[in-house]
C-alpha cells in the first residue's frame, strides 16, 4: 500500500514513559492512535503482541454497512462511511474501497417485518437504505440464488475494503503525528502508574483496551469485566470465475456484498472470483465447505463448482447482546478506556470509534452519547448481525 500526502515526524519520548497506551494493532487500536495523535496528545505508544492487523482486522471480509437495528450503530456507521470515503485525504492511504452496496436476503415473516422497521430509523437518520421486491434482489446480484426469499433490504452506501490498507493509513499517519507503535510486545500486567509488559515496564496513567477478542483478558488485568468472548467464522475466495469476466472496454460487473440473513452466508467480489464466509465453525476448511454446501447451492450455487483458491479462519468479538462496549473505568493505571466487543462489525466502525474514543480521553462530548454501551450496561440487542 502506498501514502498518500507528506508525513510530518515529531520528536521522539522516551521508551518507558506514556501518556497513554492503545492495547491492541487492529484496526480499532490504529485508528485511536491517530485520532489522540492528530489532535496533539503526546507520549502516545500502541503495544501489539503480533504484527499489526493480525488479529481479527485481517482475517474478516471488509464489508462496511450502515443496515443496523439500533440507532447507536446507525449513527457510529454512517460517520464512519464518511471517513472511508475520504481516506485518501485522511489519514492518506489506498484502502480500495468499492461501494457496490449491502443486500440482504430476508426469509421469513418476522425478518421482514424488522427489516422494514429498521429502514424506517435508517431512512430517519439519513441512510438512503431501501425494501426491494424479490425481482430486484435478483437484478441488483444477479448470482444470488433467492429460492425461498421474501423480500431484501439494500443499502447503496455501503460496500468493502482492504482492512490491511486500514491499519497501514492508520498506523503511518499516527507515527507521523508522534505516536509510537512496538509489535511483538505483550501487556502482561497493570498497577497504578504502570503498565508491565513482556518487554519492560512503561510509566503511564491511562490505558485504551482495543484487543478486540483478547480483551476480556485485558480487562481481567485492571479488574475491569469486559464480556467479551471470540467466535470463530471462516472464509474462503475463488479464482477467476467466468461469469465476472469483464466485456472488453467495459468494467467489471458489480456485485454488492450479498448476505443471506437466515443463514449468516455472505459473499462479495473479490478480484476476478467471489469472497464469501458462513458463520459454521468448524476446525478445517474442508470440512467447513462440505457443511456450507446446502447454503451455496441455495444462496450462491455458481460457487459449487467453483475453484477455491483460499481460505482462512479468524475470530468475532462478540458481547452477550451483540453490541459494543466502549466506556472508561477507575482502574489501574489511571484511567482505563475501552472499545471492543463490535460482534462483526469493528472495521467499518473504526474510523467513527476512534473519534469516540479521542474524545472520551480528551474530556470532550462526542458526536453520538455512547453511555448506552458501558460495560455493565442493562442488555442492548443489536438484531442485524453477519
Not at 199 to 226: H, K, T
Not at 248 to 258: E, I, N, R, S
Request: charged content about 25%; some cysteine.
Amino acid at each position: 500500500m502506498r501514502r498518500i500526502g507528506p508525513a510530518r515526524a515529531r520528536p521522539r519520548p522516551s521508551a518507558r514513559r506514556a501518556s497513554v497506551v492503545i492495547v491492541g494493532g487492529g484496526v480499532m487500536g490504529t485508528s485511536i492512535a491517530f485520532q489522540l495523535a492528530e489532535a496533539g496528545v503526546e507520549d502516545v505508544l500502541l503495544l501489539e503482541r503480533d504484527e499489526l492487523g493480525s488479529g481479527s482486522t485481517s482475517k474478516g471480509a471488509g464489508g462496511m454497512r450502515a443496515i443496523f437495528s439500533d440507532e447507536l450503530n446507525v449513527r457510529i456507521a454512517l460517520r464512519s462511511l464518511e471517513a472511508w470515503a475520504s481516506f485518501g485525504d485522511r489519514p492518506g492511504w489506498e484502502v480500495d474501497l468499492q461501494r457496490v452496496g449491502y443486500l440482504f436476503l430476508l426469509s421469513s415473516d418476522l425478518e421482514v417485518t424488522e427489516f422494514e422497521r429498521g429502514v424506517v430509523l435508517q431512512n430517519r437518520l439519513g441512510v438512503p437504505s431501501r425494501m426491494v421486491s424479490v425481482d430486484e434482489a435478483h437484478n441488483l446480484s444477479p448470482l444470488a440464488g433467492l429460492d425461498g426469499v421474501l423480500a431484501g433490504a439494500f443499502c447503496p452506501l455501503a460496500g468493502h475494503a482492504a482492512p490491511e490498507g486500514a491499519v497501514q493509513g492508520y498506523a503511518s499517519a499516527a507515527r507521523a503525528s508522534g505516536a509510537r507503535i512496538q509489535t511483538h510486545r505483550e501487556v502482561t500486567g497493570l498497577e497504578r502508574g504502570v503498565v508491565h509488559t513482556t518487554n519492560g515496564e512503561v510509566e503511564a496513567d491511562c490505558v485504551i483496551c482495543a484487543a478486540g477478542p483478547w480483551s476480556a483478558l485485558v480487562g481481567a488485568l485492571a479488574g475491569v469485566r469486559l464480556p467479551v468472548r471470540p467466535e470463530r467464522r471462516r472464509i474462503a475466495y475463488t479464482g477467476p470465475i467466468e461469469a465476472l469476466a469483464r466485456a472488453p472496454d467495459a468494467d467489471p460487473p458489480a456485485v454488492p456484498l450479498t448476505i443471506d440473513f437466515t443463514s449468516g452466508f455472505y459473499f462479495h467480489r473479490e478480484g476476478p472470483g467471489l469472497l464469501f464466509g458462513t458463520s459454521d465453525v468448524c476446525d478445517t476448511q474442508d470440512e467447513w465447505l462440505e457443511r456450507a454446501e446446502p447454503v451455496l447451492r441455495r444462496r450462491a450455487p455458481i460457487l459449487v463448482d467453483a475453484p477455491i483458491a483460499g481460505g482462512w479462519w479468524g475470530d468475532y468479538e462478540m458481547t452477550p447482546d451483540n453490541n459494543a462496549l466502549i466506556g472508561e473505568a477507575a482502574a489501574p493505571p489511571g484511567r482505563f478506556l475501552y472499545a471492543t466487543g463490535f460482534s462483526g462489525h469493528g472495521f467499518q466502525q473504526a474510523p467513527a470509534v476512534g473519534e469516540i474514543v479521542r474524545d472520551l480521553y480528551l474530556g470532550r462530548e462526542p458526536f453520538v452519547d455512547v453511555s448506552p454501551l458501558t460495560a455493565g450496561r442493562a442488555e442492548r440487542r443489536e438484531r442485524n448481525v453477519v
